[in-house]
């Protein structure tokens, strides 16, 4: 009777043992998979990509420690067969592909000239500007003042068409080129500059013989083939992008040149001009020949001269990247803050300012500049070295 009352009394105490077993093998199993997601998908390595991507050689000494790495270079090699690559990746066949009409690009360039008319007309800029110009100290010393009696800036528009685009080699040898392309340009229009003047023969007193000139060219029509390409940058031979910065910190002279745009035009070109002449004041001579021809053979030198092959304009190319003296924010965007984000714009645009006037300085670049409204044109005005 003793044992049958005391075997009831195990049963709850294997029940109660085999429950908190099973409870600490599940927290146990929990905390196992937490530690598991934490070490092997939180802190574990990223797996590797195996697709090719750029990188930068960074070349080491044999001994030395680590910090002597020399940093890798940011400064592109230009390659021999970038025309080339260029044409490939932009599937331009040069020998298959038809020329282009530029309709698009002649209403850009019609744009731009309407807006030339309107701020040359506009209170008389153009006038004042050409007036200062003739009457500069390049005026020969037998001419009196000069004034401007007509000026007329056209109402056609250059039509650009059938555009081409060619490799063209470098002549130095390395094999190196670019790409060119040529258009034809046809203009037929009436661009009038006439001006007034008095010559004056100083020998062997002053003003011995004085003698009223007036004349007037028209450009009739223009037509030939221009040549439009870029002239890539030119850096250093050697260094990379901290030797250049060095040189820029010490005020060295350095040999980079920005990218620039040069055209010219084929020496196949056709440049009709209309001259009239008027000598005197009472018995007057209208339309001389010899004069004429005297003007046309100086503007035709003139222009070849400077914009027909092998000669040619170069153009910088401005710096495109995003800059702060560039932004132009709309009507909503200064309402928060309006004088603390106007003043650091003003600053900012500033010291970008004096940092490519350093950069100017120091490269020995020579500039061409006036005062406001001063207009410069290289050279002298053809037909005024009359012999």
Same mark, same amino acid.
Request: overall charge neutral.
């Given at each position: 009777?003793?044992?049958?009352?005391?075997?009831?009394?195990?049963?709850?105490?294997?029940?109660?043992?085999?429950?908190?077993?099973?409870?600490?093998?599940?927290?146990?199993?929990?905390?196992?998979?937490?530690?598991?997601?934490?070490?092997?998908?939180?802190?574990?390595?990223?797996?590797?990509?195996?697709?090719?991507?750029?990188?930068?050689?960074?070349?080491?000494?044999?001994?030395?420690?680590?910090?002597?790495?020399?940093?890798?270079?940011?400064?592109?090699?230009?390659?021999?067969?970038?025309?080339?690559?260029?044409?490939?990746?932009?599937?331009?066949?040069?020998?298959?592909?038809?020329?282009?009409?530029?309709?698009?690009?002649?209403?850009?360039?019609?744009?731009?000239?309407?807006?030339?008319?309107?701020?040359?007309?506009?209170?008389?800029?153009?006038?004042?500007?050409?007036?200062?110009?003739?009457?500069?100290?390049?005026?020969?010393?037998?001419?009196?003042?000069?004034?401007?009696?007509?000026?007329?800036?056209?109402?056609?528009?250059?039509?650009? !068409?059938?555009? /081409?685009?060619?490799? $063209?080699?470098?002549?130095?040898?390395?094999?190196?080129? @670019? =790409?060119?392309? +040529?258009?034809d340009v046809d203009l037929s229009d009436a661009v009038t500059l006439g001006v007034e003047t008095t010559m004056v023969l100083n020998f062997p007193r002053d003003r011995?013989?004085?003698?009223?000139?007036?004349?007037?060219?028209?450009?009739?029509?223009?037509?030939?083939?221009?040549?439009?390409?870029?002239?890539?940058?030119?850096?250093?031979?050697?260094?990379?992008?901290?030797?250049?910065?060095?040189?820029?910190?010490?005020?060295?002279?350095?040999?980079?040149?920005?990218?620039?745009?040069?055209?010219?035009?084929?020496?196949?070109?056709?440049?009709?001009?209309?001259?009239?002449?008027?000598?005197? !004041?009472?018995? /007057?001579?209208?339309? $001389?020949?010899?004069?004429?021809?005297?003007?046309?053979? @100086? =503007?035709?030198? +003139?222009?070849?001269?400077?914009?027909?092959?092998?000669?040619?304009?170069?153009?910088?190319?401005?710096?495109?990247?995003?800059?702060?003296?560039?932004?132009?924010?709309?009507?909503?965007?200064?309402?928060?803050?309006?004088?603390?984000?106007?003043?650091?714009?003003?600053?900012?645009?500033?010291?970008?300012?004096?940092?490519?006037?350093?950069?100017?300085?120091?490269?020995?670049?020579?500039?061409?500049?006036?005062?406001?409204?001063?207009?410069?044109?290289?050279?002298?005005?053809?037909?005024?070295?009359?012999?």
């Open positions: 009777m003793i044992r049958s009352d005391a075997e009831p009394h195990q049963l709850p105490q294997q029940s109660s043992l085999s429950f908190t077993q099973g409870f600490l093998l599940g927290q146990l199993s929990i905390v196992i998979l937490i530690g598991a997601f934490i070490k092997f998908f939180i802190f574990g390595d990223p797996p590797s990509s195996h697709t090719p991507t750029a990188s930068f050689s960074v070349s080491t000494s044999g001994s030395g420690p680590s910090h002597h790495k020399r940093a890798p270079s940011l400064r592109h090699k230009p390659s021999t067969s970038a025309p080339a690559t260029i044409l490939a990746k932009t599937y331009y066949n040069t020998h298959a592909h038809q020329p282009e009409s530029l309709d698009w690009f002649n209403v850009l360039i019609a744009q731009t000239i309407a807006q030339f008319r309107a701020d040359a007309h506009a209170d008389n800029a153009i006038l004042t500007s050409l007036t200062a110009l003739l009457n500069g100290p390049q005026k020969p010393e037998f001419l009196e003042s000069i004034k401007v009696t007509e000026i007329n800036l056209g109402e056609e528009y250059p039509i650009f !068409s059938n555009c /081409r685009v060619h490799p $063209v080699e470098e002549g130095d040898g390395t094999g190196g080129g @670019r =790409l060119q392309a +040529w258009m011995t013989a004085v003698l009223p000139v007036a004349l007037s060219v028209s450009v009739v029509r223009f037509s030939g083939t221009l040549s439009i390409s870029f002239v890539p940058v030119s850096t250093p031979a050697s260094g990379g992008l901290g030797d250049l910065q060095g040189d820029r910190a010490s005020g060295s002279t350095s040999t980079h040149t920005p990218t620039s745009l040069a055209f010219s035009f084929l020496p196949n070109y056709t440049l009709s001009l209309s001259t009239r002449s008027l000598l005197g !004041s009472r018995s /007057r001579l209208q339309d $001389v020949p010899k004069i004429a021809q005297l003007v046309e053979s @100086r =503007l035709r030198m +003139w222009f070849e001269e400077r914009c027909v092959q092998p000669r040619m304009q170069q153009v910088a190319v401005p710096n495109l990247w995003p800059r702060m003296k560039n932004v132009v924010e709309g009507e909503g965007g200064m309402q928060q803050g309006p004088g603390l984000r106007e003043r650091d714009l003003r600053e900012e645009a500033r010291r970008e300012v004096e940092d490519e006037r350093r950069e100017r300085d120091g490269q020995g670049l020579r500039w061409r500049g006036g005062g406001r409204g001063n207009y410069e044109m290289p050279g002298p005005m053809p037909g005024m070295m009359v012999a």
